[in-house]
C-alpha cells in the first residue's frame, strides 16, 4: 500500500442516521440554489427494478452478513438517490434495517487517499458508500486504484468486521471500460475482481409500469416530470427542470432574443414546433438579436446544450431543423404565464412570412380572439385550409363587412371546399341584412345546377320578395329531380285552401259545393302529378298523398282513398295508413279493424302498427302483446315503446318496463339497454342505470351519458351519478363541464376526485386540481357576466367558485407552491381574505418573495389598507406591479375610491393588464369615461379573458361614435389601438 496514504489524515465513519441527503450528494431541486420551501427536500421516490438487488443486500446484511452492489448507469439516472434509499430501508415493523449503523465517509465525497488512510478504522456495522466509485477505482493512479479495491475485497472477508455493507455507483463508461482492450497494459483485475458479480444496470428510462407509477406520485415534481419526460426519462426531468429555468435566466442577449421570439410566437397561437429559418428571422427582429448566421448559430447552440439531466431549453423536433420548447418550460411561459402577453409588432411580419396550414389557421384563431382583425384576415388567408376561409367569412359578418363575407363565401363554392356550409352561412348573413336578392343572384346558377342548399335559400329569397311563383318553380325542379320535401310543397300548392266566406258574407250552399268540387280537382290533379314522380323515380308516394288528402278535406276523404288504393290497386299497405288516421283521430276501435285487415292480407308490420294504437288509447296490456308478435317477427321497437308507456304511466311500472327492455334487447340490445338506462336513471335505479348504459356501450351504441347524469341528479342520486360518470366519461379538458352544476358541495367534488384519481392514476392533488379547474371552467360565463356592470367592478362569487378555492386549498398540502399561490388566489377570488392572510403568513417568519403580492391583495381585501400600501410601495420600488389590480380591488370594496383609482392607474402605467381593466372598470363605475375603452382595447389585445364582454357592453350602450363602429368594422392594430381602414386582399392576393 502506498505510503502517502498514511500521510493522509483519516476520517472517522459517523452514525448514520445522522446524515442528511446534502452531506451525501444528494442536492435539492431548485433555481439559482432557492429550493421550494413548501415541498420536501427530497423528491419522493418511485421503487425501480433494481431496488429488489438493493434490499437482498440490505436485509442480508442487517442479519449479519456483508455485502456489495454497484449501481452501474448514465449520468442523472437516480444512482445515488437509489443508494440513499437503500441505507433507509425499513422492516415490517416499520424500523429501520440498519438501525445504529455507521456511514462512511461523513461528508462525500473524500479523496482516495482519503479512503485509504481510514481502511484499519473500519469496523463492524459500517456502510461504505462510495459514490462516484470512478473517484476512487478509476483515478489516474493505477497503483492506488488496486490497492482500493484489494482493501475493500479483503474487508467483505474479513469476518471479524462483518457485517460491512459496500454500496457503490457507476458510470457506465467506467464500467464498460474493464472489458475493453487496456491501452498501456493498464492491470484493473483487482478492480474487475471487486465489481464482478456486484453490479446492478439502472435503466436510463422508466418502464411503461415505472412511469405510470411516477405519474401517480403524491409528489408534484415527480408526476409533472412523468408527464412531461420524453421516451421515459423521469429522472432526467426532474433534475433538468430547475436547472433549465435557472439557464433561461442567464443566457446570452442573443439567446434570450431567440427564446423571447418563441414565448411570444406561442402566445401568438403557434404551435409548439418552430424552423430554424423561423428562429433565425424572430430572433432578428427581437433587440439584441443575432446580426449574423455564426452568431444565430451560437446563441441556438446554447439553447440546445443539455443541462445536468440532459435536457435543453429548445427541443430538438425529430429529424427536422425545427426546435420546440420544452414541455415544462412552455407550461411556465405559455400555458401558466402570470400576465397576457401582447407580442411585439415585429413579430407579426415574420410570422406572416413563415407560417403555414395549420399553424397559420391557429395564429389567425389567436388574432381573432384578440380582436387583431387585419392580422386574423392574413393569416387565415395565408393557411390555404378550406375552414380557414370559412372562419375568415364569419369573421367579417360578424365585423359587419358584408360583401367582403361574401366574396370569401362565393370563393368557397367556386373551389368546391364545404360548399354547403359556405352556402347557407353566406345566405344566412345576406338575409340577416335583408339582401335577397344578392341571395337570388349568387346561389340561382347552383340552384339550376342541382344543389339542394342553394335552392332551398333561392325559394326562401323569392317567397321573401313577394314572388311565390318563382319560389314554386323552384320547387317544382326540385321534385321533378325526386326531392320529397319539393314534391311535398308543390302538391300542397296545387290544393286551393278552403274558405267558408268571402268579401260579401258566408258562402251559399251552391258555392261551398262548387268549391268543394273545383279542391277535389285540384287534389285529383296533384294526386296524379304525384303518381307520376313515383313511378319516374320508383318512389312510394302514397303517405304523402295521404296526407294531402288529409288537409284538404279530413279523416273521412283519406279512408276513401286509401281503401280505394287497397282494394282497387292491390296497395295493401294502405290500410296501416288507414289505421294511423283513425289512431290520430281517436278512434282505436276501427283503427285495429283496418290493422286486422292488412294482417290478413299478409302486409308486414301490422303488429308493430297494432301497439302504436294500443298505445295511443293507453291499453298497454294490449299494446304489449302487440309488441311482442312484432319482435318476433324482427320489430324490436314497439317493446321499447311499451317499455317507455309502462316507465311513464301512473304510478310508473318500472318492472313492467324493464321486462319489455329485456325482450327487445334480443333484437335490438342498443336501442333497448339505451331506453332501459335512461328510465332506470329517471326513476334514480342507479345500478340498473350501469348495467343498461354498460350493455348499450357494447352492443356499440350507449346514451349521451351527459343527459343519464341529469337524470339521475333530478333522482337525487347526485354523489353516486357523477362518481359513475367521471369513471365512464374520459376525464379530458371539459368533460365535467356539462354536469358540474350538480356538483353541490366538498364532499360531492372530493368524491369525483376520487373517481379521477382512480381512472387516470394520478396523485390525489392532481385529482382535486383538476376537478376544481373543470368548475372555474364551468362559471367562467357566469363569472364573466357577474364581473362586468355598469356600477364599476364586482367581486364575482359563486358555488362553484367557492368550491374550487377549497379544492385547491386541500390540494396545496401536496401540491407545491403553484398550486398553493392558486388556492390563495381563488380564496381571495371568493373574498375570503383573513383566511388568505392566515395562510400566507402560518409557520413563517418571513413571506417568501413570490408571496408578496398575494399577501399585499389579501391585507388590503381584509382591510389592512395601510399594511397593504406600505408592502405595495416595496414592491413598485422594485418594478413589480402584479399586486397593484388586488390592492386596488381592495380599496375600493372598503370605499376609498379615489385611491384605488390612483393605484390601478400607476399599475397599468407600469403595464400590469389586470390594472388596465380595472381602471376602466373604476372609471365606468364613477360616470368618467376617460379612456375607458382604450384601456379595454389595450386589455383585449393582449388577450385579457374580460375585455370583450365590457366593450361589447359599451358598444351596446352607445355604438354611434366614430372609435366605437371603425372598432367593430376595422378591430384593433399591433399596438392595442383601433386599426385604421384597410381592405381584405383580393382573392389569390395573400394566399399561401
Not at 428571422?281 to 449574423?292: I, K, N, R, S
Not at 338575409?431 to 339550376?448: M, N, Q, T, Y
Not at 250552399?509 to 313515383?534: C, G, I, S, T
Not at 397599468?908 to 368618467?928: C, F, I, P, Q, T
Amino acid at each position: 500500500m502506498d505510503t502517502t496514504a498514511e500521510r493522509t489524515p483519516a476520517t472517522e465513519a459517523v452514525e448514520l442516521a445522522t446524515r442528511t441527503p446534502r452531506q451525501l450528494e444528494l442536492s435539492p431541486l431548485s433555481e439559482a440554489g432557492q429550493p421550494d420551501e413548501s415541498l420536501p427536500y427530497l423528491t419522493s421516490y418511485c421503487r425501480r427494478a433494481h431496488d429488489r438487488a438493493l434490499r437482498s443486500v440490505v436485509e442480508a446484511a442487517a442479519q449479519g452478513k456483508s455485502g456489495m452492489r454497484t449501481l452501474v448507469g448514465g449520468p442523472a439516472t437516480g444512482k445515488k438517490r437509489a443508494l440513499w434509499e437503500a441505507t433507509h430501508i425499513r422492516g415490517t415493523d416499520g424500523q429501520l434495517l440498519l438501525y445504529g449503523w455507521r456511514i462512511w465517509p461523513a461528508l462525500s465525497p473524500r479523496s482516495i487517499e482519503e479512503l485509504l488512510a481510514s481502511a484499519n478504522r473500519f469496523q463492524e456495522k459500517t456502510v461504505v458508500l462510495l459514490l462516484s466509485a470512478e473517484r476512487y477505482l478509476f483515478s489516474d493512479d493505477n497503483e492506488k486504484n488496486n490497492d482500493v479495491a484489494d482493501f475493500l475485497r479483503n474487508l467483505l472477508e474479513d469476518a471479524g468486521r462483518a457485517p460491512i455493507l459496500i454500496l457503490a455507483s457507476l458510470l457506465s463508461e467506467y464500467w464498460q471500460s474493464l472489458t475493453a482492450p487496456q491501452d498501456g497494459g493498464v492491470d484493473r483485475s483487482s478492480v474487475e475482481l471487486l465489481l464482478r458479480g456486484t453490479s446492478d444496470t439502472v435503466a436510463g428510462s422508466f418502464s411503461a409500469t415505472e412511469v405510470q407509477r411516477a405519474l401517480g406520485s403524491s409528489d408534484p415534481r415527480v408526476s409533472e416530470a412523468a408527464a412531461d419526460a420524453p421516451n421515459g426519462q423521469v429522472i432526467q426531468t426532474i433534475v433538468a427542470g430547475p436547472a433549465l429555468r435557472t439557464r433561461c435566466q442567464r443566457i446570452s442577449p442573443a439567446a434570450r432574443a431567440i427564446l423571447d421570439f418563441v414565448v411570444e410566437a406561442r402566445h401568438a397561437g403557434h404551435g409548439p414546433s418552430m424552423s430554424r429559418a423561423m428562429l433565425r428571422l424572430g430572433a432578428q427582429a427581437c433587440p439584441d438579436g443575432p446580426e449574423t448566421d455564426e452568431q444565430f448559430g451560437t446563441a441556438l447552440k446554447e439553447l440546445t446544450t443539455p443541462v445536468r439531466g440532459g435536457a435543453t431549453v429548445l427541443v430538438k423536433d425529430g429529424k427536422t431543423d425545427a426546435c420546440r420548447l420544452a414541455p415544462g418550460l412552455d407550461r411556465q411561459y405559455v400555458a401558466e404565464a402570470a400576465q397576457p402577453i401582447l407580442p411585439r409588432a415585429s413579430l407579426w411580419p415574420v410570422l406572416l412570412e413563415t407560417v403555414a396550414g395549420q399553424d397559420s389557421l391557429d395564429v389567425a384563431r389567436e388574432c381573432r380572439r384578440r380582436h387583431l382583425l387585419e392580422l386574423s384576415t392574413h393569416f387565415f388567408l395565408k393557411s390555404g385550409l378550406p375552414e380557414a376561409r370559412l372562419e375568415l367569412a364569419a369573421m367579417l359578418a360578424k365585423a359587419g363587412r358584408i360583401d367582403e363575407a361574401v366574396v370569401q363565401y362565393r370563393m368557397l363554392t367556386r373551389i368546391g371546399a364545404d360548399v354547403e356550409e359556405a352556402i347557407n352561412q353566406g345566405a344566412a348573413v345576406l338575409f340577416a341584412a335583408g339582401r335577397e336578392k344578392d341571395v337570388l343572384d349568387w346561389l340561382s346558377p347552383l340552384a339550376e345546377a342541382g344543389d339542394r342548399s342553394a335552392a332551398l335559400h333561392v325559394e326562401t329569397a323569392h317567397t321573401r320578395c313577394g314572388r311565390p311563383e318563382l319560389a314554386l318553380a323552384v320547387h317544382r325542379r326540385r321534385a321533378e329531380n325526386g326531392d320529397l320535401r319539393s314534391a311535398a310543397y308543390v302538391a300542397a300548392s296545387m290544393v286551393s285552401p278552403e274558405i267558408s266566406v268571402d268579401s260579401h258574407g258566408r258562402l251559399s250552399a251552391e258555392d261551398l259545393e262548387k268549391q268543394r268540387n273545383r279542391r277535389r280537382k285540384e287534389l285529383d290533379k296533384a294526386v296524379r302529378w304525384l303518381n307520376e314522380l313515383a313511378a319516374r323515380h320508383g318512389r312510394d308516394l302514397l303517405p304523402l298523398i295521404a296526407d294531402l288528402t288529409m288537409d284538404a278535406f279530413g279523416i273521412d276523404a283519406v279512408l276513401e282513398m286509401l281503401e280505394a288504393e287497397a282494394t282497387g290497386y292491390d296497395r295493401h299497405s294502405a290500410y296501416l295508413l288507414g289505421a294511423e288516421a283513425l289512431s290520430a283521430a281517436g278512434q282505436a276501435e276501427r283503427a285495429l279493424k283496418w290493422v286486422e285487415a292488412a294482417r290478413l292480407l299478409g302486409v308486414p308490420g301490422t303488429a308493430a302498427a297494432a301497439t302504436r294504437v294500443n298505445l295511443r288509447a293507453r291499453l298497454l296490456e294490449a299494446a304489449q302483446k302487440c309488441a311482442l308478435e312484432a319482435a318476433d317477427e324482427g320489430d324490436a321497437a314497439p317493446l321499447i315503446e311499451v317499455g317507455d308507456a309502462f316507465a311513464r304511466s301512473e304510478p310508473p311500472l318500472p318492472d313492467r318496463a324493464f321486462e319489455c327492455y329485456d325482450e327487445a334487447a334480443s333484437g335490438d340490445p342498443a336501442a333497448a339497454f339505451s331506453a332501459g338506462a335512461r328510465t332506470a336513471a329517471r326513476l334514480g335505479m342507479l345500478d340498473r342505470t350501469i348495467r343498461c348504459f354498460r350493455g348499450a356501450s357494447l352492443a356499440g351504441r350507449a346514451p349521451d351519458p351527459v343527459k343519464i347524469v341529469r337524470l339521475l341528479c333530478a333522482a337525487e342520486k347526485s354523489a353516486e351519478a357523477l362518481e359513475w360518470y367521471v369513471a365512464t366519461v374520459p376525464p379530458d379538458p371539459g368533460s365535467l363541464g356539462p354536469v358540474a352544476r350538480h356538483v353541490k358541495d366538498v364532499p360531492h367534488a372530493v368524491t369525483v376526485a376520487e373517481a379521477v384519481r382512480s381512472r387516470r392514476n394520478i396523485p390525489r392533488w392532481r385529482a382535486l386540481v383538476w376537478v376544481a379547474d373543470e368548475l372555474l371552467d364551468a362559471r367562467a360565463e357566469e363569472a364573466d357576466r357577474a364581473t362586468v356592470s355598469g356600477n364599476g367592478p364586482h367581486h364575482a362569487t359563486s358555488s362553484l367558485l367557492v368550491l374550487a378555492g377549497r379544492l385547491y386549498k386541500e390540494a396545496a398540502a401536496s401540491g407545491g407552491a403553484r398550486i398553493g399561490e392558486r388556492a390563495l388566489r381563488l380564496l381571495m377570488d371568493a373574498r375570503n381574505f383573513t383566511e388568505a392572510v392566515q395562510l400566507i403568513r402560518a409557520g413563517r417568519e418571513a413571506v417568501p418573495r413570490r408571496l408578496r403580492a398575494l399577501l399585499a391583495e389579501a391585507l388590503a381585501g381584509r382591510g389592512s389598507l395601510k399594511d397593504a400600501e406600505q408592502l405595495l410601495e416595496e414592491l413598485l420600488d422594485e418594478d413589480d406591479f402584479s399586486a397593484a389590480a388586488g390592492v386596488a380591488r381592495g380599496f375600493n370594496l372598503h370605499e376609498e375610491y379615489f385611491k384605488a383609482q390612483d393605484i390601478a392607474e400607476r399599475g397599468a402605467n407600469g403595464g400590469d393588464v389586470e390594472s388596465a381593466v380595472l381602471l376602466g372598470d373604476l372609471r365606468r363605475g364613477a360616470g368618467d369615461q376617460t379612456r375607458v375603452l382604450d384601456l379595454y382595447c389595450l386589455a383585449l389585445a393582449h388577450g385579457h379573458p374580460g375585455a370583450r364582454i365590457r366593450i361589447e357592453r359599451i358598444l351596446a350602450g352607445d355604438g354611434t361614435a366614430w372609435e366605437h363602429a371603425q372598432l367593430r368594422k376595422y378591430g384593433l392594430d399591433p399596438q392595442g389601438h383601433i386599426a385604421p381602414d384597410w381592405e381584405v386582399p383580393a382573392p389569390g392576393a395573400d394566399d399561401a
